[in-house]
Every structure is written in structure tokens, then in C-alpha cells.
């Protein structure tokens, strides 16, 4: 059973039933699309896909430049978002990613159950029973791929006279008004994008200084599209920025009063507001998974995971989407996964595919084999172009090992950490990484006897990792296995 | 990762019980439950790993840490203990494993945001250095 008809759910279900891996696919909403069809609110990604790019569209390579688009196995189905965006941005717009994913759905043949919600979830045997509009299903495995839709807000006195992100009004409404975000992440500085043509004032404000990716080397903060607000409030041109606790919100009419605490000692501060909007976040609609004993971890409740995306705690309930941020894997210098988007999590779900295949169907297609003169330039090739690596950086590694019956065999894209962590032949993991001073580098872990070495070989100012320096640090690192 | 802007954070509420951060006013306590995550591990599975890079800094919320080098087992750590601070200050790997035990949920600090976070709290930095001192101590006497 897999839940969820956004891309995570989708990708799974493409990928299982190329495996041949009955299953089924409910969904609460009517079509395909997830989150996409609703938000973001302005209406534009912040996940690009370059038209064109270094590699040809339409090749496993080229994905490393389209972060939107689903991930067949037969390059028919490729590259479907390029397709459809219309030369404006590189960023696709909300509608343009939604045609995206229903094309996907569309093209290749995925079922689904639409407007069947799940309702409910007891164990079954060896199983579960899911209780749906629909009526019960019984399945011996669930995937919960439903996204981090339910909005939440912090117990504040007074929040309830606050609307959420999710709630936020045509921009137009906004026009002259003194706008107050509790807030200071992505989805607050994309209202306060938004707001800059519209609102008299803005402040945004949380207990959390402002973090721009672009200071933090990777993923992290506020991305470079939306930082415009964060210069507005550095030249003083009507934007406020505030690091500060929010202790209430009380209205008086059309007026709102929020009274704060700043971080820096500085005191309490009460402003008045037009319009106040919560962008506290999103949480994943857990309904009855923690009554089954599934556990989360930190403020959005995200369910922890294996790196195989099951639940650390209740066998067999797995996760594909967004939420696999809870397989949080190695977060190698402090740099999450990619996971919580498309670009990081469609890879994941094919992981998952195969992992469910072998392991409750003895679905297990037979893997590649490679010639010892070819490990060299494989592993350099794909640390140089593949799409996994770059988009899931210290996260997801290409695993080559050593078989005692049929050589040296490519086990294909496998979770770092379980790499790293598993015992299992000898055997070589290659992955991308980065460290906070911004140096993209190879990886390379060499399992040998169980015990696993970690070489890290030198970044490039192209980023090619196919030099004759990378070759010979790489093939000394692999001597104790080749 | 959502932005809270609560003053009743339960990590925060979590952290103030820990004899590290006990020098906190309540403001400073919610500033530092806005910095860290959390997360919580599967029994058995590794957290510090010896020999590999990039690790950060970890404080046990509850749940236990077994301290592993060479597939040997040390010691336990419990709730309020923290490690990973070595490795992340010196730069080098860490020298054993922590496994996590008894559901172990652990507060982190990024490595590379570790330094920042020690002098933008130095009471906290000072709690750390004592801990620190006394791990010496013991040290030193099991070589005498």
C-alpha cells in the first residue's frame, strides 16, 4: 500500500511496478500533484530545471540540471519538465510542475485510487489494516508518502487570530498594509518577495537569525531567489528583520498587536500590524501512526527512519516523499540530505522500490557485472556526472562489490550510511561532498573485512574528478580490494 | 525545517533540565532550542563512526551512547552527557564509535556551527571544559 499521490508516492509506484511489485496507491486529493497543486503560494518554484545543460536532455546524466522531473528507468519518459515550461524562468512555475507530475502519471501508466483518504491504521497479522473512505485495505507493507501538508503553528497566546502560510490572501489584499511574518525561513521570505511590490511594512520575526544558503554553502536558509527582502531590510528600504521571541498576539478590530522579546537582551517590543501570518512550517499528517508506535523526532515531527526509510520503531511501515528527511543519514559536515525535494527524495523512492522488492517479494534482478580494467573510469565517470551523487551529497553512493562467485558486481545506488554501516563483501562506495567552505570533492569508501576506510580525494575547480590525480589517489585507495 | 517561535519549546524544556546548559535564563535556553536539532536513533545504530570526517556535536537527551573502538565496547554515556566535541574542534575523525542504545534522542550542533555556538554561550562553554577536565582526570588515573 502506498499513500500519497504527490511525486514521492508517484515515483515509488512507477518504480515498483517496474519491478513488478503489486501494489496499490490511494490518494486523498482528486488528481496527481501533492503539495504542487496549491503551493507555493507566488506561485514559482525554487527548484530549477535548465532547459538546457551540459548533458542532453532526455539522459540519466541531464537530471543533475532538472531537479523537477520524475525518474523513469527508459529514457522515453524523461526530462518531462523542460517539456512543458514555457522559457520565462528557469524555475517552473506551480502549474507548470503539476502538468509535470501528472504527465508523468499519465505517460506511464500509474494507478491510482483518487479521493480515497486513509483514515485509520491497526496491525493485521503480520500486517496492517488501513481504514480508508473507500473501505479497509490489508497490506503486509505501507508507504506513507504524504508529504508535509498539515500546517502548523507554536502555542502562542493569541495564534489563533493568526492565519498560516497556508491561509495567506491574494497579494493584492496586502496593498498598503503593514504586514507582521512570524517567521524567518523560506516560506517567510517568499510572502515578503511577494509582499515587496504590495505592503506598506513588513517584519519578519523569530527567535532564529536568518540564514541565506548562499552563506551557508549548501541547501540551508534562505535561497538566493528570495533574498531580496534581507537587502531591502539592510538598507533600510520597509523591510524589519528581527531576531525575537513572539510572546502574544491580541487583536482589536482590524488591528493586530504582537508583543516580542528580542534574542539580543534587548527588551520587548510591541508592534502593530495590519495583517499577521504564521510561516511556521508544515507537519507530516501523522493521524494514527504514533498510537502504532511510530516515532518523531524534532519541531516538525518528521517520523525517524532507518536508511532504508522504515520506521526505527514499527517494522514495515516505510516512508517515501518529503518525509524521508528522517532517514537523516551521515549530515556529513552538518549538510542535510536533499531529500524534503524532488531532486533529493525521487531517488530515494527507487532505492525503497528495489528494498521491498528483495525483501517481502524475492523480486531481485540480477546486477551488472564490471570488468576490474573498467572500475577506474566507471567510478570517476559517476563521480563526475551522476545525478544521485550530486543531488544527495554524502547521502547516496555508488556501490561496487566484491563477489566471490561472480566478481566485481555494481550494487547499484545504495544509502551511504548503510554502506558505511553494514557489514556485508568487500566493496567500494563512491559519493559527492561538500564542507562549509564551499569545496565540492569525491568520496570514497573502501570496505574491506568488514571494517570500512574513509579517502577523500581532492576537489577541482571545474568540478571534473576524472583527472590523472584523481585516478591515482582513487586507485590507491582501492588497492586493498582490487 | 520549520521556524517555531514558541516560548514553550519542549526541546527547550528538555535542554534546561541538562546540568550543561543550568547557567541559562529561559531567553537564552529558547534562543539555543531554535539552533539545535534533534533527532532520535535506532538501537544499535551508529552516531559518532571512528575514522570518518564531518561528524558534529551530540548531547544525549535520553537513551544511552556506547562507546565502541575497534569493535570493543568502553563505556556508556546517559542523558546530559555529550561527545563529539573533540573530533569537531580538533578537526580530526573520531576515534571510536557511538551506538545508540535504549532509544537513544540526542540534541545537535552541526559541526561547523559548534565553534559560533560555544562563544556565543561561553556559560555553556565553561560547563563544557570542566566536563572536559574531569574526563582528563579520570584519564590520568587509570594511567597511574
Not at chain 1, 35 to 44: A, I, T
Not at chain 1, 112 to 126: I, K, S
Not at chain 1, 379 to 399: D, F, G, N, T
Not at chain 2, 57 to 74: P, V
Request: aromatic share 8%.
Amino acid at each position: 500500500m502506498v499513500v500519497g499521490s504527490g511525486p514521492g508516492g508517484l515515483q515509488l509506484s512507477y518504480s515498483l511496478t517496474h519491478l513488478r511489485v503489486p501494489h496499490a496507491v490511494i490518494s486523498a486529493d482528486p488528481a496527481p500533484g501533492g503539495m504542487f497543486r496549491r503551493w507555493p503560494f507566488f506561485q514559482r518554484l525554487l527548484s530549477w530545471t535548465k532547459p538546457f545543460a551540459p548533458f542532453e536532455r532526455g539522459t540519466r546524466f541531464y537530471e543533475r540540471y532538472d531537479w523537477n522531473s520524475l525518474i523513469p528507468d527508459d529514457d522515453r519518459h524523461r526530462a518531462i519538465q523542460p517539456r512543458l515550461m514555457d522559457g520565462t524562468s528557469y524555475f517552473p512555475s506551480r502549474i507548470e510542475m503539476e502538468q509535470n507530475i501528472a504527465t508523468f502519471a499519465r505517460e506511464t501508466g500509474i494507478r491510482v485510487r483518487y479521493g480515497c483518504r486513509w483514515t485509520g491504521t491497526t496491525r493485521d497479522g503480520e500486517g496492517f489494516r488501513l481504514r480508508t473512505t473507500a473501505g479497509d485495505y490489508r497490506a503486509r507493507v505501507v508507504v506513507f508518502a504524504f508529504g508535509l501538508a498539515e500546517p502548523w503553528k507554536p502555542e502562542i497566546p493569541g495564534i489563533e487570530h493568526v492565519p498560516h502560510y497556508a491561509d495567506t490572501r491574494a497579494p493584492e489584499t496586502y496593498a498598503g498594509k503593514r504586514v507582521f511574518i512570524i517567521g524567518k525561513e523560506v516560506s517567510a521570505f517568499e510572502l515578503a518577495n511577494g509582499f515587496l511590490p504590495w505592503a506598506r511594512q513588513i517584519v519578519l520575526a523569530s527567535p532564529r537569525p536568518t540564514q541565506l544558503s548562499v552563506v551557508t554553502n549548501s541547501l540551508v536558509g534562505v535561497r538566493a531567489r528570495y533574498v531580496q527582502p534581507f537587502e531591502d531590510h539592510i538598507l533600510g528600504g520597509g523591510v524589519v528583520i528581527m531576531n525575537a521571541s513572539i510572546d502574544e498576539v491580541s487583536r482589536s478590530g482590524e488591528l493586530f498587536r504582537v508583543k516580542t522579546t528580542r534574542s539580543d537582551g534587548g527588551g520587548s517590543l510591541m508592534f502593530e500590524a495590519d495583517d499577521v501570518i504564521a510561516t511556521t512550517g508544515f507537519q507530516p499528517p501523522l493521524g494514527d501512526l504514533p498510537e502504532l508506535g511510530v516515532v518523531s523526532s524534532g519541531r516538525e515531527k518528521i517520523p525517524s527512519q532507518t536508511p532504508l526509510f522504515e520506521s526505527i520503531s514499527v517494522r514495515h511501515v516505510y516512508f517515501a516523499g518529503t518525509a524521508t528527511r528522517g532517514a537523516a543519514g551521515l549530515k556529513k559536515n552538518g549538510i542535510p540530505s536533499s531529500s524534503g525535494a524532488v531532486h533529493g527524495h525521487r531517488y530515494n523512492a527507487r532505492i525503497l522500490a528495489r528494498h521491498i522488492a528483495r525483501t517481502y517479494f524475492g523480486i531481485d534482478p540480477a546486477r551488472p557485472t564490471l570488468k576490474r580494467d573498467d572500475v577506474l573510469d566507471y567510478l570517476l565517470s559517476e563521480l563526475s556526472r551522476a545525478p544521485e551523487l550530486w543531488h544527495q551529497k554524502s547521502y547516496l553512493a555508488r556501490s561496487l562489490l566484491m563477489d566471490a562467485a561472480r566478481g566485481i558486481v555494481d550494487d547499484g545506488i545504495v544509502p551511504l550510511q548503510l554502506f558505511v554501516d553494514g557489514e556485508g563483501p568487500d566493496g567500494v562506495a563512491v559519493a559527492v561532498e561538500a564542507n562549509p567552505k564551499a569545496e565540492i570533492y569525491p568520496a570514497v569508501y573502501v570496505r574491506k573485512n568488514n571494517v570500512v576506510s574513509e579517502h577523500l580525494l581532492p576537489t577541482n575547480p571545474l568540478l571534473d574528478f576524472e583527472t590523472a590525480e584523481h585516478r591515482a589517489q582513487l586507485t590507491a585507495a582501492l588497492a586493498p580490494i582490487l | 525545517m520549520c521556524d517555531m517561535a514558541t516560548t514553550r519549546g519542549e526541546l527547550g524544556d528538555k535542554l534546561s533540565s541538562l546540568s550543561l546548559f543550568a547557567d541559562l535564563s529561559a531567553a537564552e535556553l529558547e534562543s539555543i532550542a531554535h539552533i539545535v536539532d534533534e533527532r532520535r536513533f535506532a538501537d544499535g545504530e551508529r552516531i559518532l563512526r571512528q575514522g570518518l570526517t564531518g561528524s558534529g556535536f551530540y548531547i544525549i537527551l535520553a537513551g544511552e551512547g556506547i562507546i565502541r573502538i575497534d569493535g570493543k565496547d568502553y563505556g556508556k554515556l546517559g542523558r546530559g552527557d555529550f561527545f563529539g566535541e573533540i573530533s569537531v574542534l580538533l578537526g580530526d575523525p573520531p576515534v571510536a564509535d557511538i551506538v545508540a542504545a535504549q532509544g537513544l534522542h540526542c540534541a545537535i550542533i552541526p559541526g561547523p556551527a559548534l565553534e559560533p555556538f560555544m562563544v556565543g554561550h561561553p556559560q555553556v562553554m565553561f560547563r563544557m571544559l570542566k566536563s572536559e577536565a574531569r574526563k582528563l582526570r579520570m584519564a590520568t588515573s587509570w594511567r597511574t
